[in-house]
């Protein structure tokens, strides 16, 4: 189908392109960007002047509820979500149920979810048996399924020598092992250790926690070769050492969520169960070196860690409920709204959520890495338009996805995607 998006700024992070201009779509790719072809014939004409027209988001860490939830169609809501978020591209935890430990597994669900025709889905294959943290993976045999990484989600790995034996297996074959720096023994607790956590009574994971695992992580890189993820940073000590990591040389990179980028632990409140997420909301200092290392580069990406959670999980006492939030359909407006509070260009806070992570994919998305977060002539189509100007208050229940909890009830978001295009296909539009 032949499209063309008229009139907007076309920003393209990759590129340094931000030009008012036209974007013509053939064949599932940009075919110009500027002056459409004179012989250029859309069948569609999508009006975009005083819109934002940037490459689809690309988003590190999205939980679809599948496998495990097919009676409930979650992989159908979640990526309904995902486009209207202006989501085009996700990655996937294994922590589903079954976990994503054998190939079959992994086929059946980017199976399932190419016949939605909404984002592109990379699973992540679990590092070991049943994220047990004894017996490793086929990682061969999962990437040959469509695995990009592999990962232990939120379950943490006590033994080291599994570690650094996943590590040399990982550096072997050139994989990415991703990683949440968390010590199996101090991280817990659900809530961050300081003043408030002793205030309400509640079980804290100290910073030494990321910190020790950080510590354990970069000497076993060291030692095999190997790269790392670090999936959902928390904290000013965990940026510091990253930072250090970076300019030793070792081949890390590392993201951090839309929670810990905006809200501390005194928006826990009096127990707002919405506020329990992994990792759990640090100081004030953590998130300032959080949005700092976010607009310098010490950390590469922004994730909206959208784990949606059902209303009997979440309506328990803090320290029961289920952790998580739903969090895909804000990842652009909390990029913004970091964006606006660190006085960050728009175009920065763009390759966050575009170019940077693609970058973080790399090779490991075949032929779609030339494309994967950008917008430019002969790469594949995947675009969002957005209104930059729109304001709206944040209601959950109005969201597509079947997790209504979010940290962001109630909250003002200045901006609203439009249209989302998939490879052409015109995924979703308001």
Known sequence: ??????????????????????????????????????????????????????????????????????????????????????VTSLVCPPDTDPVLDEPGLVEM????????????VFPLGALTRQLKGDTLTEMVELTEAGCVGFSQADVTLANTQVLRRAFQYASTFGYTVWLRALDHYLGQGVAASGALATRLGLSGVPVAAETIALFTIFETMKATGARVHICRISSAAGVAMVRQAKAEGLPITCDVSINSLLL?????????????????????????ALQQGLADGTIDALVSD??????????????????????????????????????????????????????????????????????????????????????????????????????????VVNTRVRFTLVGGHLAYQI
């Open 1 to 86: 189908m032949k499209l063309l998006i008229q009139g907007g700024r076309v920003i393209d992070p990759a590129t340094q392109l931000d030009t008012v201009a036209d974007v013509a779509i053939a064949a599932g790719r940009v075919v110009d960007i500027g002056q459409a072809p004179a012989d250029f014939e859309p069948q569609r004409i999508i009006p975009a002047q005083g819109l934002v027209v940037a490459p689809g988001l690309v988003d590190l860490s999205v939980r679809l509820g599948e496998p495990g939830n097919e009676h409930a169609r979650m992989l159908a809501s979640e990526l309904s979500a995902s486009v209207a978020g202006g």
């Open 109 to 120: 669900l980017k199976a399932r979810a190419e016949k939605q025709h909404q984002s592109r």
């Open 264 to 288: 501390t632990d005194t928006d826990v409140g009096y127990f707002d169960s919405r506020m329990r997420v992994n990792p759990p909301l640090r100081q004030q200092a953590d998130r300032e």
């Open 306 to 411: 959208h784990t949606p959670v059902k209303d009997d999980a979440k309506a328990l006492p803090f320290a029961e409920a289920e952790p998580g939030a739903t969090g895909v359909e804000l990842l652009l407006g909390m990029a913004l709204k970091w964006a606006a509070q660190r006085e960050v260009p728009l175009a920065r806070a763009l390759q966050v959520i575009t170019q940077a992570p693609a970058q973080v994919l790399g090779h490991s998305v075949g032929a779609l890495q030339a494309s994967l977060g950008q917008l430019h002539v002969g790469g594949v189509a995947d675009v969002c338009v957005f209104d930059p100007a729109a304001e709206w208050s944040l209601e959950p229940t109005a969201l597509n996805s079947q997790g209504h909890h979010t940290p962001f009830a109630g909250h």
